[in-house]
């Protein structure tokens, strides 16, 4: 081959590398086995509507500086489209929507505290009751933190005593919503990591692709790198050989796998398995999906992004108008889309029952879906959203490079991120860093995250506003006199 570089995978971590090493004035070559770029984060052309949308609907933050350094590379940027600045969330129980949101003005970690007051559904001594947690979090260092992930997230809590009533409403969601699993199959340190990043940062938004997840970067990434070869499927990888299913054997300087962790398991020689870095990758199990899509005959709403309080008996969580999002779609009907997050209760329903039941359960909150026509649904069953963070999973995400020379990219290496699209570009430019350091040139081109701010930072430093044992006793005595 005439590449210096082969990369396995197409998705934003393959792309965000490649884009990475061609600018940097290497050759690049694109190994994708589908017929479409994007992996776990692509986007398809419904054949009877001609709409574009996700294989899932994503959301955005505003603290992915990774990802959106990609998209500034690309100049896609701007097709963002941004909820009301500091509105998180609007949580839905019923009929009735209450909007969780961010106060800028309340230093960290406050800036919660005015939507979890409001929550009638929920105590000010329940909310008080994670004040210890959240003091925990903070002050955790890194290493303590791997320590908690061998520990289940739902038995943490309670020993850090979060009532009861607190964990039903809050971090249950939070686990499944964010998370993807159960909050009874969480790790505790995977759990803390994400609150840590919730309670650093007063000032974020949440987003939306203007179209197309898709319609973002592949294309754009594609013709920056030049050569992307799709349905290019490996069957091994051989040192620097990468072998294809059609018997060719392609060779360069540098290989990089940015495969989700089963594919490159797949892919490795046996004795290879059996090496350190490898042989937990077998703890990575996939979260499945199930995304479901409705077009209706009329507007619904007026909402962008909405979700259901928890409950393990419904069958969706997070809802979407994307004619809301998309502004050349605006004025038109409802287009609803939705995710059934480790959707394995879904497994045995087929298609016609899962529209049903999505039907009705968004008609729980929007009660006119009822009495709307159904003009045309699609489900996707996507069988990888991410890995989920069972306990003892973060030791088992292996660093971009090793002894082996192989470099791996994708959402599930440690890259100190929960899996996600940031975090896949985050393994882009690491992977990228790598070949340029094995090339005699450091660099850095992955963003670090920001540190806590406000209280937060205090509290990071060691500043006790209030000591966990104290503070538990304290509560006790306000929940014994309520």
Known sequence: MNSDVIIIGGGIAGLTTGVALTRAGLTCTVLEAARQLGGRASSVTDAKTGDVIDIGPHIFLTEYPNFFALLDVLG?????????????????????????????????PLHFMPSLFGDRHISWLDTLSAAPVTAWALKATKDELDR?????????????????????????????SIMNVPLELCSAGALMRLHRRLMGNNDFAVGFAREGLGTL??????????????????????????VLDTGERLTA??????????????????????????????????????????????????????ARSFDPNDLNLDFYDLANINPRWSGRPSLIASNIIYSHRAHALDDAQVVRETVRELAEFLPEAAGAKLVHSVVHRIPMAV???????????????GDDGLVIAGDWVDTGLPASMESAARSGWLAAEAVLEAEGRKTQLAIEHPELGGLAAAIERGVDLMPHRVANRVLSGLWASS
Not at 87 to 106: E, I, K, Q
Not at 387 to 401: D, E, I, L, N, V
């Open 76 to 108: 896609t940027r701007g097709d963002i489209v941004w909820q009301e600045r500091g509105l998180f969330l609007n949580l839905v129980d019923g009929a009735t929507a209450y909007p969780y949101r961010v106060t800028p003005s309340l230093p960290t």
């Open 217 to 242: 970067y592949t294309e754009q990434a594609a013709n920056l790198i030049g050569d992307v070869r799709l349905g290019a499927r490996v069957r091994a990888l051989d040192g620097r050989d990468v």
């Open 253 to 306: 300087k540098h290989v990089i796998a940015a495969v989700p962790p089963h594919a490159l398991r797949a892919l490795l020689p046996r004795e290879r398995l059996g090496q350190p870095r490898y042989r937990k990758l077998v703890r990575l199990q996939p979260c499945p999906y199930v995304s479901v899509y409705l077009w209706f005959d009329r507007k619904l709403t007026d909402l962008q992004f909405w």
């Open 148 to 176: 908690l992930d061998d520990e289940g997230a739902l038995p943490f809590l309670r020993r850090m005593g979060v009532r009861a009533h607190h964990i039903e409403r809050y971090w249950a969601l939070a686990a499944m």
């Open 387 to 401: 890995h989920c963070p069972y306990p003892g999973t973060q030791s088992a995400r292996p660093k971009p490079t």
